[in-house]
């Protein structure tokens, strides 16, 4: 028994000792709280990211991905323009069509790939002056209207969670 004892000790002690995972001690206390920091992180992005998508879409269309505005050729959930399609297009290497924007799912995508390059912080302001006014649209003072409907729409939506 002393003998089947010992080295099942030892063994348990060496797992102990040396359970990691990418060179993170799993033992050691901050490792878990390190980890449910990066997870909640990617979490809150990933709401904010989902809200700023609906409340844009919410001022475009209505959230109707049917929506089409003749006036501006602009088309679908998030009323995209063609010139948005190719400038999106251009900055991620991307190969959506003008048909993509009649797709809820293509447009939202659309929508992540230009923010992820022109505004990776999700920061509400600049993502809806750079969408309603294109990469000057920060410049612009026709965006800032745009910007207080869309951040009212975010604002409520953030209290009806």
């Known amino acids: 028994m002393k003998k089947l004892v010992m080295p099942l000790l030892l063994l348990l002690s060496t797992m102990t000792n040396n359970a990691t995972i990418d060179n993170v001690d799993l033992t050691a206390p901050t490792a878990a709280i390190s980890i449910d920091r990066k997870e909640a992180k990617v979490d809150h992005v990933k709401r904010r990211r989902e809200q700023i998508v609906k409340a844009i879409a919410l001022q475009e269309s209505s959230g109707d991905s049917t929506m089409l505005n003749k006036v501006e050729d602009a088309v679908g959930y998030l009323q995209i323009r063609?010139?948005?399609?190719?400038?999106?297009n251009r900055l991620t290497g991307s190969h959506?069509?003008?048909?993509?924007?009649w797709s809820k799912t293509k447009s939202i995508d659309l929508f992540i790939k230009y923010n992820e390059?022109?505004?990776?912080?999700?920061?509400?302001?600049?993502?809806?002056?750079?969408w309603n006014g294109g990469l000057s649209g920060m410049r612009k003072e026709s965006t800032k209207w745009y910007y207080r409907e869309v951040k009212a729409k975010f604002i409520a939506l953030g209290k009806g969670r």
């Open 117 to 130: 390059v022109v505004n990776p912080e999700w920061d509400l302001e600049k993502a809806c002056r750079l």
């Open 82 to 88: 063609k010139i948005m399609v190719r400038e999106v």
């Open 96 to 101: 959506y069509t003008y048909e993509d924007r």
